[in-house]
């Protein structure tokens, strides 16, 4: 799967697909500099010798398809639990991504979790300016949304989550 979203092309200094994950799922956890990045995987032997920080930069970009493929496969073998008919639960949060070195936010990452399907019903990305809103996921005749003090503002209440839908 690697190989078909075009992650893991040349296979020089990373050369299989569970060292792109390592060195992806690496960066992601720490908050390291390339360079560091980089001195850890020829250290793990993730790596077959150095590689350059633009190298690693653009493995890590070339990976974010696959990084998708990969999630959503993983979630479609998720079993959902029986629902009630017309009632939905859902769980609605935002959490901010940083990148390394970074002094606030960068981005937001905005999901809506239904629980009855076990399954993700609305993701959104936005900028550092995109705060938290239930504003940004759309409500259903039966809906019951749960989040934190964060997402329950003015403008998500005034979409109709505070409110009966007609």
Known sequence: MARETRALQRRRKIRAAPDLLRLV????????????????????????GSMSNTALQARLRQSRPWLSDLVGRLLKNVQAAPTQTGVQLRLIDASVICQPGSQGTDWWVHLSWNAGKLSLDGIALTDAHG???????????GDIGVGDRGTHTGRGWARGWGKAPS
């Open 131 to 141: 705060g938290e809103t239930l504003a940004r996921h759309a409500r259903q005749a």
């Open 25 to 48: 799922l690496g960066y992601s956890q720490w908050d390291w500099s390339l360079q560091q990045l980089g001195a850890w995987a020829t250290a793990m032997q993730v790596s077959a």
